[in-house]
């Protein structure tokens, strides 16, 4: 079991490392283009004023060169993305390349889970060269759950229901939690380096009312992230995507996204003990674990209502 910690921890610091490198790539391809997620144009929506019903008429009046330049600063935003997709992609090939040796009917298998037939496939294969090929297996897992959390691609519901199939509970927590919060802080890096266009773009009144919510709980914005993470309220994508737009700061980012993230995963992981029972990944939520769910992020407020009413107090 410890080995299997100290694994974890090795791969998760290689894998920063070539994400890092990936960003580092687009710093010098927005550096190459002449392209500044900031100083063409400034989307920090924290500070930024958004026109109302009333408003909305004046932005026909906007110079034709402001419009161009926004849509110029999308284009090269998603240019970039696309070119660390590639190189992301290229490294998960890798990765596959590197898996041990399988037959014909396994290769079939091995691909990303869309439903809950693929996931038990997959955990068949998997369990059989799980103790053989322990590293690469291992690897494979972290690598594919990073992915898609980082590019904020479906599935990664699944893989941590397999997880409760093929590691020992403790061991599977720590694991989704942590490519949890690794793959959403590398979420959120690629939206600090390319996403701020694009948010401004497609999700401006979203982000700004959601900026507004940030804002009241900025003095305990650990708790208001490990109660989102837990709650349903908002998509993960979007807390992810928009956070660096809003001024989140990444420490806090991830260290509530680690925590947060661990009450839905108890549930998904203790489902995939019993992983050939389940027919839809709905079958992993019971009301019991709804419940629970629910009394954890009423406690994740707690000391947030307390220190409101004791500041009240004092007052």
Not at 12 to 31: A, D, H, M, T
């Amino acid at each position: 079991m410890f080995f299997s910690f100290i694994s974890i921890l090795f791969i998760s610091s290689e894998v920063c490392f070539l994400f890092v490198c990936f960003l580092c790539f687009g710093c010098l391809i927005s550096l190459f283009m002449d392209y500044s997620p900031t100083n063409k144009l400034e989307l920090d929506l924290s500070k930024v004023h958004f026109p109302s019903n009333s408003e909305k008429i004046r932005v026909t009046n906007l110079h034709q060169d402001e419009l161009s330049c926004i849509g110029g600063s999308t284009r090269m935003s998603l240019l970039i993305l696309a070119s660390i997709f590639a190189c992301s992609a290229s490294v998960m090939y890798l990765v596959y390349r590197n898996f041990p040796e399988l037959q014909d009917d396994e290769m079939e298998k091995i691909k990303i889970p869309k439903d809950m037939d693929d996931a038990k496939a997959l955990g068949t294969v998997l369990s059989k060269y799980k103790d053989t090929y322990y590293t690469q297996v291992l690897v494979a897992y972290f690598a594919t759950y990073i992915f898609l959390q980082t590019f904020a691609i479906p599935g990664s519901i699944f893989l941590s229901i397999l997880s409760g199939y093929l590691y020992p509970f403790p061991l599977a927590l720590f694991l989704v939690c942590l490519c949890s919060g690794l793959g959403a802080s590398f979420c959120y890096m690629l939206s600090y380096l390319v996403g701020r266009p694009v948010v401004y773009k497609y999700l401006t009144e979203k982000a700004q009312k959601w900026s507004q919510q940030v804002d009241k709980h900025r003095d305990h914005l650990i708790n208001y992230i490990i109660f989102l993470r837990i709650t349903p309220f908002l998509p993960n994508w979007f807390i992810n995507i928009t956070s660096p737009v809003i001024n989140v700061p990444l420490g806090v980012f991830f260290v509530g996204t680690f925590l947060g993230v661990a009450p839905p995963s108890f549930v998904a992981i203790n489902a995939g003990t019993t992983l050939y029972k389940l027919t839809t990944a709905g079958e992993a939520v019971s009301w019991n674990s709804l419940a629970v769910l629910g009394i954890l992020a009423v406690l994740s407020i707690l000391p947030v209502c307390f220190q409101k009413k004791l500041q009240q107090k004092l007052e």
